[in-house]
């Protein structure tokens, strides 16, 4: 197996440990998930880009990266409904697209057309990965930060989690426009026959 593809596939070990570090009542338990998380997004960036450079692009590589991906942020977005963080109605609307489009692109793909990434689906993900960024950095400024360096910071704590939900509707906002511009686009492959 190929580093890009190690890469890739330590997304999803690293969604349970990020997930099980949001429970942990142990100082630096959210620290560590904070620093988990943004090494999920460096090895989303490295697994990309080392495959490009040596040209070991490959079917299972896309896939995967995709997959992974969204495993992660389902994960950690459904651990932040158990937490009163997020509505449920909101991660449904979210996981419910996901679904429909990795759908779509698989019945497209199995007709020999491919469904890249659009600029309102990156749009979706760049929010998506700011909102669970602001939410656990609130995490860790409230459960570590502030014992740790005798802080108040009460004031950032509350401007992260309401910044971080401002974000996260948001995120579902252009999750549903991107979705919609998706079956607009592409419907027709799944929707006829053939």
């Known amino acids: ?13 690293l969604m349970f440990a990020i997930v099980g570090l949001l429970y942990g009542s142990w100082q630096g338990a959210a620290t560590l998930g904070f620093v988990l998380f943004v090494i999920a997004g460096v090895t989303d960036w490295l697994d990309g880009s080392i495959a490009r450079k040596r040209g070991v692009v490959s079917n299972f590589g896309i896939l995967m990266d995709a997959l992974t991906d969204k495993i992660l942020m389902i994960g950690i977005k459904v651990a932040f409904v158990e937490l009163n963080k ?26 020999g057309v491919v469904v890249s990434a659009e600029k309102a689906g990156k749009q979706k993900t760049v929010t998506q990965i700011l909102a669970i960024g602001a939410f656990l950095l609130a995490d860790m400024l409230s459960r570590d930060w502030a014992a ?14 309401q910044g971080g939900l401002v974000l996260f509707i948001l995120a579902t906002v252009f999750t549903l426009t991107s979705g919609y511009r998706y079956i607009r686009k592409y419907g027709h492959l799944v929707f006829t026959e053939n």
């Open 1 to 13: 197996m190929s580093l890009p593809n190690i890469l890739t596939l330590s997304r999803i070990p």
């Open 86 to 111: 997020v509505n449920i109605f909101l991660v449904l609307l979210i996981i419910g697209r996901e679904f429909l489009i990795t759908g779509m692109r698989l019945v497209a793909a199995s007709k």
């Open 148 to 161: 740790w360096f005798a802080l108040d910071l009460g004031s950032l704590v509350r401007f992260l989690d």
